[in-house]
Nanobody, 124 residues
């Protein structure tokens, strides 16, 4: 069992930056893929970025490529999402998730564990 807790959300002006954190407990994340997803009001949850814990291989949604960076700290069992050049359309609740299969995926149903989410609001 893996427990995930997100932090770092808040209110920021368009063009600004935020860094989200996802702290994992319960076991080490070796062999897992970790992902960030987001859900805006009235919209479906969507993939943002993922990282393969063992190799640090990363994968991004086109909408955030070049603006967001996913990374991890193995010693602290923590994943990060650095968000730069934020836009109003980035406003959403951001969730971190863990996939027990060591294979990058953007598919929500393939992720086994989820955090409670953290709100990111970008004012225009």
């Amino acid at each position: 069992q893996v427990q995930l807790v997100e932090s770092g959300g808040g209110l920021v002006q368009a063009g600004g930056s935020l860094r989200l954190s996802c702290a994992a407990s319960g076991r080490t994340l070796s062999g897992y893929v970790m992902g960030w997803f987001r859900q805006a009001p009235g919209k479906e949850r969507e993939f943002v970025a993922a990282i393969r814990w063992s190799s640090s291989f990363t994968y991004y949604a086109d909408s955030v490529k070049g603006r967001f960076t996913i990374s991890r700290n193995n010693a602290q069992n923590t994943m990060y999402l650095q968000m730069n050049s934020l836009k109003a359309e980035d406003t959403a609740v951001y969730y971190c998730a863990a996939d027990r299969r060591d294979r990058i995926s953007a598919t929500i149903r393939e992720y086994d564990y989820w955090g409670q989410g953290t709100q990111v609001t970008v004012s225009s």
